[in-house]
């Protein structure tokens, strides 16, 4: 069996690595469509050295596609997903829309395959800095229990996608030549939804999303609820500070975490992490050997260090957890969802 692929949202930053990593996929494509808005239908991107032209997305983009990959935002998932399913494809969402629908599993593949097994046409992509948060965890979690976890994200412009990029790119330029922070041009961080605009270059923003009225941010609040959601339990203690620092790709986050069973110690955090599928130990501070983001840009993995005991609290421990938020974030947990999907035969509505 081989499929026909489409990916929604093929000129986006997640969408641009969707189709690096279905041609480096073991999936059986048969076709591969790439589709997107009006504006950005004809043009043309290369896919295994042949050249595919990108098509307007319209409902009947979906005959005869096995598997959609959607990366262009909630209200084209809201609008298209139904229309995909209805045709008989099997949707991979990577927006928030459905995350938090009970009848949507939201998956991990190296922490939750079995959920796919409920999947009634649409699977949901975890957010990024979720994800990476769960492939470290998941380990520690199995053998000891997690009793609650505080995270301080330091998240890449990337997952605001290829405009913030360019905003960083740019108001980086101006203030090396002279320009002073004041008159930096930002018209999309900390968020594009959002009424005000403050420059990201040389700057560490505490906004990613919009506001909630209890003074969360909806970045904050997916980590809390995704993390729930993936690990089945929702007496998980969960807290996340989310905060847009001038990376262009790689998210960082600081975790300290609270295990439930005695006996956990460093070194055998260390040996699950090492263990861990999708996950990388680079942890040894003698040699100065710790995850970093620029090094994790273009890799599938998790890289976790800095794993030491708190202080103070007995079962307390922090780590440094960093991964491409482009590619685990989104677009290679998405086409893993897929692979596991064919694994599974679970590939039918
Ligand atoms: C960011 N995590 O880094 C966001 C991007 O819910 O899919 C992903 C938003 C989402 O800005």
């Given amino acids: 069996e081989k499929y026909n692929v489409a990916v929604v949202g093929a000129t986006g930053a997640v969408g641009t690595k969707m189709i690096e990593m279905l041609a480096e996929s073991t999936l059986p494509l048969n076709q591969v469509k790439l589709l997107a808005s009006k504006r950005s239908a004809g043009k043309e991107r290369t896919f295994k050295g042949q050249t595919l032209v990108i098509e307007e997305l319209v409902p009947e983009s979906f005959e005869g596609i096995d598997i959609a990959l959607f990366s262009a935002g909630g209200s084209i998932s809201k609008q298209f997903a139904p229309e995909a399913v209805k045709r008989g494809a099997v949707v991979v969402d990577n927006t928030s829309h459905f995350r938090m629908d009970p009848d949507v599993p939201l998956v991990v593949p190296e922490v939750n395959p079995d959920a796919l097994k409920r999947h009634k046409g649409i699977i949901a992509n975890p957010n990024c800095s979720t994800i990476q948060l769960m492939v470290a965890l998941e380990p520690i979690r199995k053998a000891y229990g997690l009793d609650r976890l505080?995270?301080?994200?330091?998240?890449?412009?990337?997952?605001a996608g290829i405009h913030a990029m360019e905003e960083l790119k740019t108001q980086a330029t101006e203030y090396i030549n002279g320009t002073p922070a004041e008159k930096l041009a930002a018209n999309i961080l900390p968020c594009g939804g959002d009424k005000k605009h403050y420059p990201i270059a040389f700057n560490a923003l505490p906004q990613i999303d919009v506001f909630s009225d209890d003074d969360y941010t909806y970045e904050e609040w997916k980590m809390i609820n995704e993390t729930k959601k993936i690990m089945e339990d929702d007496g998980i203690k969960?807290?996340?500070?989310?905060?847009?620092?001038?990376?262009?790709?790689?998210?960082s986050e600081s975790v300290y975490i609270e295990v439930k069973e005695d006996g956990a110690d460093v070194a055998k955090i260390k040996k699950l992490i090492e263990t861990a599928p999708g996950a990388v130990l680079q942890d040894d501070p003698s040699q100065q050997v710790y995850p970093q983001a620029l090094m994790s840009i273009d890799r599938k993995?998790?890289?976790?260090?800095?794993?030491?005991?708190?202080?103070?609290?007995?079962?307390?421990?922090?780590?440094?957890?960093?991964?491409?938020?482009?590619?685990?974030?989104?677009?290679?947990n998405s086409v893993q969802i897929a692979e596991t999907l064919h694994a599974m035969d679970l590939v039918k509505v």
């Avoid at 505080?150 to 997952?159: E, H, L, R």
């Avoid at 969960?238 to 998210?251: F, Y």
Wanted: aromatic share 8%.
């Fill in 238 to 251: 969960v807290v996340a500070t989310c905060v847009r620092i001038p990376v262009l790709s790689g998210h």
């Fill in 150 to 159: 505080i995270v301080s994200t330091y998240q890449a412009v990337s997952g």
């Fill in 301 to 332: 993995e998790t890289f976790v260090g800095r794993i030491r005991k708190d202080i103070d609290i007995e079962k307390g421990f922090h780590m440094w957890v960093v991964s491409d938020n482009l590619l685990k974030g989104a677009a290679w």
